[in-house]
C-alpha cells in the first residue's frame, strides 16, 4: 500500500492500471445506444443505394428546365417503386421523396415551384441542373468505415448502422457495479419513523450513488446497507459476485468504527492506497479484492459524490471501453474571495455563469461542508483550487469541471 497520501492526478492513474476493458459482446442494435463499438464496421453497401430524390416534385433533364416550361408527365413514382420509363427531351416523371430517379432525368423540381396540368407540369422557378437529388454513396460508399473511431454509441450513430443493416454490433457492455453504505446510524428511507424522530440517518448515498452509476452508463447492483461490524462488512462482499467494480461509503477513515479496510484483508484484498490530498474527498481507499476493483468512497453525502465523480465514474467509462474517460476541465474566473483550509487540493462545488463575454463567472453554491448534500444539488461544476493556493482573490483564473460536460478527456485534469 502507498505510505503517503497521493495527489488526485496520481490516485487516478493508479485506479485506472488497475481497471481492465470488458470484453466485448454482441447486442441487438437497439439495446446498443451509449455503448462503445469494439470493431471496425465497413459498409457492405452504397447509402444511398440508388440517385434518389431528396423532396416531392418532378424528375426531369436539367438542360429542359427554365421558368415557364411545360412538361409532359409520363409517369410517377411513389418512394418504394422504381420508374419504368427513360425521361426524355421535354418529359418529367412525377416522382415523390426517396424514390429512385428515372433513368435520363438529373434534377428534380420542387413541388412548390410548379403548376400540374392535365398530363403536364408547367415549371413556375427552375432549380440548377442536378439540384434536389440524394446521389449514390453520398452518406456512405461500399467498404468505407460505417463509423470513426471507438465513441459510444449516439442515435444518429444507430441509424447509419441499421441503413448497412448491421443488426448486433461488437461492443463493450455496460459495467455492472455492486455498492453498499455502511454505518450503524444509517437506515433505509423505508423506516420513515425513525429517520424523522432522529434516531436514525436516512442512507442518501444509497440513491445517489446508485443515480450516479446509472449515469455513467453502469448498471447498479445495490448490496444494501451494513452495520460497523468488520465481520458484517467482511461477509458483504462476496455479495458482490461477478460485479466489474465494488463501491462502498463510509467506514475508510481513521475513527474506532472505520472497519472497512480491515474487512477487505479478511477478504484477502489488497489496498494499494488509503488516503489522496484533497478535499472534500481525503480518506478515499483503492484496492482490490476477490479480483474485483474496490474504491472506498467517504461516507460524507459530498464526500461520496465528488470522489465518484473524480474517481469511479472514469472508472466505470474505462471499464465500458472509453478511451476518454475523465471530463475536461474548463478556464473560468472566481466571482468572489476564497479562503481555503489546509494545504490539499480543494473541489469546490459552483455554479457558473456568463461574465460579459469572457470566462465564465465560478461562484459558491453556500456551504462547502461536506455534509451539505444540497450544495452539490446546486452546482453546475467543482472548482479545482491547486494545494498552493490558499487564498484566491476574486477575478482569478482557475479551472472548473463541469459536472454535465460530454466532453471528456485521456488524463485527469486536476
Known amino acids: ?26 447486442v441487438p442494435l437497439a439495446q446498443a445506444l451509449g455503448l462503445v463499438p469494439a470493431e471496425d464496421v465497413p459498409a457492405p453497401l452504397d447509402v444511398p443505394p440508388w440517385d434518389n430524390s431528396a423532396m416531392d416534385g418532378y424528375a426531369a433533364r436539367g438542360a429542359d428546365l427554365r421558368a415557364g416550361v411545360v412538361l409532359r408527365v409520363i409517369e410517377e ?99 455492472r457495479v455492486a455498492f453498499f453504505a455502511s454505518g450503524d446510524e444509517l437506515a433505509a428511507i423505508d423506516r420513515r419513523e425513525e429517520i424523522l424522530s432522529g434516531s436514525k440517518i436516512a442512507s442518501s448515498n444509497s440513491f445517489t450513488i446508485a443515480a450516479a452509476i446509472r449515469d455513467a452508463g453502469a448498471v447498479p447492483v445495490d448490496l444494501g446497507i451494513v452495520p460497523d461490524d468488520r465481520a458484517a462488512l467482511a461477509a458483504r462482499v462476496p455479495s458482490a459476485g461477478t460485479a466489474d ?38 480518506p478515499l481507499t483503492f484496492g482490490v479484492v476477490q479480483g474485483i476493483p474496490w474504491l472506498g468512497l467517504p461516507g460524507n453525502p459530498v464526500s461520496a459524490l465528488v470522489t465518484f465523480e473524480l474517481f469511479v465514474r472514469p472508472a466505470i467509462r474505462k471499464l465500458q471501453g472509453n478511451a476518454r474517460p475523465f471530463r475536461r476541465a ?42 451539505v448534500l444540497s450544495s452539490m444539488a446546486r452546482a453546475d461544476a467543482l472548482l479545482i483550487v491547486p494545494e498552493d493556493r490558499p487564498a484566491v482573490p476574486a477575478g482569478e483564473r482557475l479551472t472548473a469541471i463541469v459536472l454535465d460536460d460530454p466532453e471528456h478527456v485521456a488524463e485527469p485534469p486536476f
Open 1 to 26: 500500500m502507498t505510505a503517503s497520501p497521493l495527489d488526485a492526478g496520481a490516485a487516478a492513474r493508479l485506479i485506472l492500471e488497475h481497471v481492465r476493458l470488458l470484453a466485448p459482446v454482441r
Open 77 to 175: 413514382i411513389p418512394a418504394g417503386a422504381v420508374g419504368s420509363r427513360r425521361v426524355g427531351p421535354g418529359e418529367a416523371a412525377r416522382i415523390f421523396t426517396g424514390a429512385p430517379l428515372p433513368a435520363g432525368a438529373d434534377t428534380v423540381v420542387r413541388q412548390e415551384d410548379t403548376v400540374p396540368g392535365p398530363g403536364t407540369v408547367r415549371v413556375t422557378a427552375a432549380p440548377e441542373p442536378g439540384r434536389n437529388v440524394r446521389r449514390r454513396g453520398e452518406d456512405l460508399t461500399r467498404g468505407a468505415p460505417v463509423l470513426q473511431g471507438r465513441e459510444p454509441l449516439t442515435a444518429a450513430a444507430l441509424g447509419v448502422l441499421a441503413s448497412v443493416v448491421h443488426a448486433e454490433p461488437l461492443v463493450h457492455p455496460r459495467a
Open 245 to 282: 467494480l465494488l463501491v462502498t461509503t463510509a467506514g475508510v477513515s481513521v475513527g474506532e468504527h472505520d472497519l472497512l479496510r480491515a474487512a477487505i484483508a479478511d477478504r484477502g484484498g489488497t489496498i494499494h492506497f488509503s488516503r489522496v490530498r484533497i478535499r472534500p474527498g481525503g
Open 330 to 371: 474548463i478556464p473560468v474566473v472566481t466571482a468572489e474571495p476564497l479562503s481555503l483550509g489546509p494545504p490539499l487540493s480543494h473541489f469546490l462545488r459552483v455554479t457558473l455563469t456568463a461574465a460579459g463575454g469572457g470566462l465564465p463567472a465560478a461562484r459558491l453554491t453556500g456551504s462547502q461542508s461536506s455534509g
